[in-house]
C-alpha cells in the first residue's frame, strides 16, 4: 500500500524549511505520476510506445502497481470545504485518469520441472494411444471396405490375376 499524501499548494500553507523543501519533492512526483497515467491511458487508446516511469523513483517503484501484472485499487479523498474546491476538482480528475487504466494481472507461479516433465509425459502417452485408436480404425475401415467393394469383384471370372494378388497383399498388412 502505497499514501499519495497530496499536492501541497505552499503559497496557502506558507511552509518554509525542510517541509517546503518535502512539499517541492511531493508535487513533483504526484506530476510525473500524472505524466504516466496519462502515457498509459494515451498507450491503451493510441498506440504510445514509451512510458516515462524513469523520471521519478517513485513512479519506478510503482511500474508494476501502475501498468503491470498487479491489482491496484486507487482511494482518492477529497476535502468537503469551500476553500479546498480547487484541489477537489483536481483530485477528482486524477483519480478518473487512473481509473482509466486497465491492468491485466497474472498469477505468477514458480513451475517445478518435474511437475511440467509429468506433465508433458502423460500428455505424450495420451496422444499416442489417441493415434494407435485411430490407426486400429482406419484399419477397420480398410477391412470392411475390401470385403464390401473387392470380394463381389472376386467373385466374377472377369477379374485379373494381378488383382487377386493386390487383394491379397492388402489383406496381409
Not at 64 to 80: E, F, R, Y
Not at 125 to 137: G, H
Request: hydrophobic share 40%.
Amino acid at each position: 500500500m502505497v499514501d499519495l499524501a497530496g499536492s501541497e499548494r505552499v503559497h496557502k500553507t506558507s511552509t518554509t524549511g525542510q517541509t517546503l523543501r518535502e512539499a517541492k519533492y511531493i508535487n513533483s512526483s504526484l506530476f510525473y505520476l500524472e505524466m504516466v497515467i496519462v502515457a498509459l491511458h494515451e498507450k491503451a487508446k493510441k498506440g504510445r510506445s514509451h512510458i516515462p516511469y524513469r523520471n521519478s523513483m517513485m513512479t519506478n517503484v510503482l511500474r508494476d502497481s501502475l501498468g503491470g501484472n498487479c491489482k491496484t485499487v486507487m482511494v482518492a479523498t477529497i476535502s468537503p470545504d469551500q476553500s479546498n474546491t480547487d484541489e477537489s476538482i483536481s483530485t477528482c480528475n486524477f483519480a478518473q485518469r487512473v481509473a482509466l487504466i486497465k491492468n491485466v494481472a497474472q498469477i505468477n507461479e514458480d513451475v517445478d520441472p518435474e511437475l511440467v516433465i509429468r506433465r508433458l509425459k502423460a500428455e505424450l502417452s495420451q496422444l499416442r494411444e489417441e493415434v494407435s485408436d485411430r490407426i486400429e480404425a482406419n484399419q477397420a475401415f480398410i477391412l470392411r471396405f475390401m470385403f464390401v467393394c473387392w470380394l463381389p469383384l472376386l467373385s466374377t471370372r472377369y477379374c485379373p490375376p494381378t488383382m487377386l494378388r493386390n487383394v491379397s497383399y492388402l489383406i496381409l498388412i
